[in-house]
């Protein structure tokens, strides 16, 4: 190699090695540098730069807010300032003219095990009339009797998969697995492409909207049964043995099993926590009084939701509707608990 060469190939590497340690020090590394950043067993999701970046359209016109006038006879934000969500609090129009542009995918999983599946037809066209409708919504339902899944008619950009589960001898169960089956499919199937997830009963039916209002990181439903009640009544797991305790005078609300989501991830915690913590009482021989509820409830009082929804979420038919609950989105259906279980 000539004089020459060799002091062109000293600058050469010289300026590369300035160019690397510049790059480093001002502009972070590398790209080919770069692994992906991500929380051991925590998905990853595109949302998430944009979840609290809320972009309204300047030409869209909408009642002027109060800021001194609302309602006063429920509680419209917790004591962690989540929302709580009700008839009055919010203005569709403008929420969905925030969530639209972000080109939001949102799934919904539903269990159809056993008699269960007879629920399903109501369940989906309800849900094509009123939740997420003009959103990407993906169903996910989960049976042991696929052959027997309604053919529902659905709107562009909404489709339901069916998977399989095995059949089960104890409703108890059947409720219990749902966790793990969730953690299984935010893991393998919905990671990429899924923004948002809600977990729903499926003896139940919408009868009003339920959409964007709902979003948030982690979102629980207060359960229409207890929200009245002195906390030392609602039925959280006491024996301290489970890994769903919760002490007498402790927790905030009491929320359903029957509804619940979020963020991919957030619900992805969730899922993994309960199941976990399900496993293991089941190793201890307790199951927790409510199943994966209790599960549900001990995770949500520590962790608190970003955003609770109010019973007109997840309202029940033998009740009747309290003054308070304006309009009722979702409702369980009554059923036969001896008709339809596996066991009693
Ligand atoms: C409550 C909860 C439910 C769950 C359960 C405790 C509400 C409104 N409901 O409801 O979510 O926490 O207590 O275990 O909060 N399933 C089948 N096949 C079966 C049995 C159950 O598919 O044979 C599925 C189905 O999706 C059903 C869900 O599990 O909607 C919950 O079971 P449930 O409705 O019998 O429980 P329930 O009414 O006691």
Known sequence: MSQNNKTLTVVLLVVLVIGLVYYYLYLGQPPWFQCPVQTPGRPESKVIP???????SENLEYTQPSIVYGRTDVMTITPWLAPVVWEGTFNP????????PKNITIAA????????????????????????VDFTVHIYVFT??????????????????????????????????????????????????????????????????????????????????YYRDDRRRFPYERRPQSK????????????????????????YQLAKTCRTNFEEDAKNGIEAAWQEESHLNRYMWINKPSKVLSPEYLWQDFKPRNPEVGIIRFSGVVKNYADIRPNA
């Open 93 to 100: 129009d403008l929420l969905d003219s925030i969530y639209k």
């Open 50 to 56: 944009n979840e609290f970046h809320l972009v309204a």
């Open 109 to 132: 999983t539903v269990f159809a095990v056993g008699k269960y599946i007879r629920f399903l037809k109501d369940f989906l066209e309800t849900a094509e009339q009123h939740f997420f």
């Open 244 to 267: 769903a305790y919760v002490a007498l005078g402790h927790g905030d609300f009491y929320y359903c099993g029957g509804a619940f989501g979020g963020l991919l991830q957030e619900v």
């Open 144 to 225: 042991d009797r696929p052959k027997e899944v309604p053919k529902v008619k659905m709107a562009p950009g909404r489709k339901l998969e069916v998977r399989s589960v095995p059949s089960s001898k104890r409703w108890q169960e059947i409720s219990a697995r749902r966790m793990e089956l969730i953690q299984t499919l935010i893991k393998e199937k919905l990671q990429d492409h899924v923004d948002y997830i809600f977990c729903l009963d499926v003896d139940s039916k919408f009868h009003g909207r339920w959409g964007t209002e709902s979003l948030g990181g982690l979102v629980a439903v207060v359960h229409p049964g």
